[in-house]
């Protein structure tokens, strides 16, 4: 059962357009919810994370929107730029498992020129 | 600084064979956490080792195993091998396993079994 469920599968946006992806969880001991972006042949690297005692936050051209009630959280990427092209993931994870996280299944996102 | 460093990068063995991978977290961290990534499943949660022990352990079967040393190096251990276990392994490094301290990841291990 995947406990985060992430969309699109993948997304193709233009330059300078604004690219969006989704997560929603059940879980609502799930208390922080960071995104990760992944190039091919490395490692995943953090991006922005949120707890949920706030409805957004924003680093740079990266923001996160959080609405808790709908169990919904959101990475906005500004002024996307084909160095953005990478799969990004969400996820998850709750105080009784220390650094066990929840992944969503990724996004593949192109930025074309 | 260097990041976390995992040993080798690719793998290639054969069904029933064992497998030992490798990892060295970043200089002072002494949280180590291990992902499974494959394209159907992406990333699963294997083990997470603080201080030389296991404080938490994914679904997978005992086929998978782990250790960490003094040093907070860590080791992940894969018996008899199945085609299944084909995939990226993953570890993360983190100072303590608090979740207000980031995880960075290396680049993973390779594994393909043929």
């Known amino acids: 059962q995947q406990q985060v469920k992430q969309s699109p599968q993948s997304l193709i946006v233009q330059k300078g357009g604004i690219s969006i992806i989704n997560c929603a969880y059940e879980?609502?001991?799930?208390?922080?919810f960071p995104w990760y972006q992944q190039f091919p042949g490395k490692g995943p690297a953090l991006l922005i994370a949120?707890?949920?005692?706030?409805s957004e936050k924003k680093e740079g051209r990266f923001t996160i929107s959080f609405n808790k009630s709908a169990k919904q959280f959101s990475l906005h990427i500004m002024d996307s730029q084909p160095g953005d092209s990478a799969t990004y993931f969400c996820?998850?994870?709750?105080?009784?498992?220390?650094?066990?996280?929840?992944f969503g299944t990724g996004t593949s996102l192109t930025v074309i020129p | 600084k260097a990041g976390v460093t995992q040993t080798p990068r690719y793998l290639i063995k054969t069904r029933g064979q064992q497998v030992t991978l490798s990892c060295s977290p970043i200089?002072?961290?002494?949280?180590v956490s291990w992902y499974q990534q494959t394209p159907g499943q992406g990333l699963q949660f294997l083990f997470e080792?603080?201080?030389?022990?296991?404080?938490n352990k994914g679904n997978f079967p005992g086929r998978f195993s782990g250790r960490q040393f003094s040093n907070s190096r860590s080791e992940m251990n894969v018996s008899t091998l199945e085609l299944g276990d084909s995939a990226l392994y993953l570890c993360?490094?983190?100072?303590?396993?608090?979740?207000?301290?980031?995880?960075?990841f290396g680049d993973g291990t390779r594994l393909s079994i043929l």
């Open positions: 200089s002072g961290h002494r949280s």
């Open positions: 993360a490094s983190s100072l303590y396993p608090d979740l207000n301290q980031p995880q960075h």
């Open positions: 879980n609502t001991a799930f208390d922080y």
């Open positions: 949120i707890r949920p005692d706030v």
């Open positions: 080792y603080f201080s030389e022990t296991q404080r």
């Open positions: 996820a998850a994870s709750h105080p009784n498992t220390g650094n066990q996280f929840y």
